[in-house]
């Protein structure tokens, strides 16, 4: 199975700080077609998971320009500039081009 | 406005079945497919079962493979998951998910296995 190792396991953020989280992959997530499919997503406490970015850049619907994706093969990044106080909560990587499925263990986003 | 919602959980024993239900609406539901997503309590996310458009396709990892069974009625819009043989280890919330790149999320049904 891919083992997802998302870090850090949590952050401490002032309102309008910028952060990053990273997720390693332990085998690289580019799919037979040549499209990566490495999605971020986001539990608000209390709440189901909402999806943010796919396809390791993509905008999901709705998704603040606030937040972005980046990396390639077992690496990749989401960063969020300028949080804001709906931002917090859990933020999961999760990889789909191999069976099964992958999720990491989750990043908790605190205001500081 | 897509919505998923999910219905079916409880508390159930050991050993015992039951089955979940998701109503799909606001999108062609036979064009997509489907996931089921479960969550231990305050623990992640772990992937369950996805189906293919038509249903010909089903996909489980190994901690379920067996025991689960996820079915689609295109017709109703609607999707299943059937457990069988639950474990204490499956309580958990059972999410319904559209499968292209988990766009959708329903609001989960809590399962509960217990004696």
């Known amino acids: 199975d891919v083992v997802m190792t998302q870090t850090p396991p949590s952050l401490s953020v002032a309102i309008g700080q910028s952060v990053s989280i990273s997720c390693k992959s332990s085998q690289s997530l580019v799919y037979s077609d040549g499209k990566t499919y490495l999605h971020w997503l986001l539990q608000s406490p209390g709440r189901s998971p909402k999806r943010l970015i796919y396809q390791v850049s993509n905008l999901g619907s709705g998704v603040p320009d606030r937040f972005s994706g980046t990396g390639s093969q077992k690496d990749f990044t989401l960063k969020i500039s300028r949080v804001e106080a709906e931002d917090l909560g859990v933020y999961y990587c999760?990889?789909?081009?191999?069976?099964?499925?992958?999720f990491g263990a989750g990043t908790k986003l605190e205001l500081k | 406005e897509v919505q998923l919602v999910e219905s079916g959980g409880g508390l159930v024993q050991p050993g015992r079945s039951l089955k979940l239900s998701c109503a799909a609406s606001?999108?062609?539901?036979?064009?997509?497919?489907m996931a089921w997503v479960r969550q231990a309590p305050k623990k992640g996310l772990e992937w369950v079962a996805t189906i293919s458009t038509s249903g010909s396709r089903t996909y489980y990892p190994d901690s379920v493979k067996g025991r689960f069974t996820i079915s689609r009625d295109n017709a109703k819009s609607s999707l299943y998951l059937q457990m069988n043989s639950l474990k204490s280890e499956d309580t958990a919330t059972y999410y319904c998910?559209?499968?292209?790149?988990?766009?959708?999320w329903g609001q989960g049904t809590l399962v509960t296995v217990s004696s």
């Open positions: 999760a990889q789909t081009t191999h069976f099964p499925h992958t």
């Open positions: 998910a559209r499968h292209d790149w988990f766009a959708y």
């Open positions: 606001g999108f062609t539901f036979s064009n997509y497919y």
